[in-house]
């Protein structure tokens, strides 16, 4: 497993090698530094802190202080972990860049959807809207949500209108068409949770490889 922090730069479009419009998702991927490293021996699994996108050491408490001293990295305003396999090869201090990632890899991104405040069961849950004649009186209400005699209560789970958004999405399988480690950059095919500058974490696919996708298609040529 290998991932990175990014910040959702914004959509965009790029013609393929086919001459087709792609949606194109450009992400500020990196640097991100190795704050701190966990074993199975000691926490019970393996993963690495990551740190991006460096802030103000005036906004950083002094626990945090002691952290980011201690991994000799500057105060960071995105720390997440990722888990991982192995611990190999990582050290504190060290530093992550873009091309972790290579062209043709697919990753899985997640993040924060856009907050949509409280909602109706119409846009929240897509129901259909009741009659819309004068005498209707159940345009976009929600109607009965459970019998009186038995159960005598809401089950739990039943749609109603309420907060919209602001949920953990996690997009998968997302290709990777342009990697540039210059720049920090990294552009992902169609659309990622999150608004304009919100924070992601990029993983390598857990249900696809460029492997797999590379032979699904020759199987695919072969029925063709």
């Known amino acids: 497993m290998k991932g990175l922090l990014a910040k959702k730069i914004g959509m965009t479009q790029l013609y393929n090698e086919e001459g087709r419009l792609e949606p194109i998702t450009l992400l500020e991927a990196g640097p991100c530094s190795i704050i701190q490293i966990k074993n199975a021996d000691k926490e019970g699994y393996c993963a690495v802190k990551l740190g991006f996108d ?8 002094k626990p945090q202080k002691g952290i980011f001293k201690k991994s000799k990295s500057e105060p960071k305003k995105y720390v997440r972990e990722i888990r991982i396999d192995d611990t190999t090869g990582y ?3 060290k530093t992550i860049y873009a ?18 405040g ?32 038995f159960p005598s209560r809401v089950f739990r789970g039943q749609h109603m209108p309420g907060h919209l958004g602001s949920e953990k ?45 590379e032979g699904n298609n020759q199987e695919q040529e072969k029925k063709e």
């Open 54 to 61: 460096t802030k103000k050491e005036s906004r950083t408490n």
């Open 91 to 93: 050290e504190v201090g």
């Open 99 to 116: 091309d972790v990632f290579k062209e043709g890899d697919f990753v899985d991104i997640t993040g924060i959807s856009k907050g949509k």
């Open 118 to 149: 409280f909602q109706g069961g119409m846009k929240r849950w897509n129901w259909t809207a009741g009659k819309s004649g004068h005498g209707s009186m159940h345009h976009r209400r929600p109607g009965s949500i459970g019998a009186s005699s």
């Open 169 to 213: 999405v996690t997009t998968q399988n997302l290709k990777v068409i342009r990697v540039s480690k210059d720049d920090n950059l990294i552009a992902v095919k169609g659309t990622v949770a999150g608004s304009r500058g919100s924070y992601l974490i990029v993983k390598a696919a857990k249900k696809k490889t460029a492997a797999k996708a």
